[in-house]
């Protein structure tokens, strides 16, 4: 699976891959404020540290979870930049101006980002030093900049299924990607069309 893609279940356990394209709309798959609530999975620096592992952060250069290094205050950390985006990322989906207080946050969390160096023994790329939950922000937040502030704004979209809320950027070469998933909610879309179009 790609990095950054992640593999969802629904409440009838049907399993669907799904890519949001970017960090910080990656980041709202783990839950939120109600009603997301019930997808939670911040709970415990062991889990978010697995998560950080399989995340867009990793693209190009892997960590292990042994690298990333969160308190209980980084899970507090990291929860409240989520519901910022949580709050910003479907209006910018719909096409309005989110709250300058929020874009205010997103600003304020933009920080130093784990990076890379060069092993001096290897000279193959490592994570320099133990990465840590305002670090796994900052990344999120450069993101939400780059995304919010650019022409990329326009390529923010919520799945057009019926009763999904998924958000993702459309990184497609035309642009015109408009499901979650083609595997979800574009085949239900294709099976409710083929249905409609059939003689009764």
């Known amino acids: 699976m790609t990095v950054g893609a992640r593999l969802l279940t629904n409440r009838w356990g049907e399993s669907f891959r799904f890519d949001p394209g970017n960090l910080c709309l990656e980041l709202l798959l783990t839950g939120g404020p109600p009603p997301w609530d019930v997808y939670e999975i911040l709970t415990d620096p062991a889990v978010v540290a697995t998560w950080v592992t399989e995340s867009r952060l990793t693209i190009g250069n892997p960590l292990a979870p042994e690298d990333v290094h969160l308190t209980p205050g980084d899970l507090d950390l990291i929860r409240a930049f989520r519901d910022v985006m949580w709050r910003v990322a479907p209006v910018i989906a719909q096409g309005g101006a989110p709250a300058p207080e929020d874009l205010e946050r997103i600003n304020a969390a933009v920080g130093d980002p784990p990076h890379t160096r060069l092993d001096p023994r290897s000279g193959l790329l490592r994570w320099a030093g133990p990465v840590t939950g305002a670090q796994i922000v900052a990344a999120a937040a450069r993101d939400a900049v780059d995304m919010i502030g650019t ?21 497609s070469r035309p642009g015109n990607r408009r499901w979650c998933s083609m595997q979800r ?3 239900r879309h294709k099976v409710s069309t083929y249905r409609n179009r059939r003689p009764s």
């Open 185 to 187: 909610c574009g085949n």
């Open 151 to 171: 022409d990329a704004r326009e390529r923010v979209r919520q799945c057009q299924g019926s009763n999904c809320s998924l958000l993702f950027l459309d990184t």
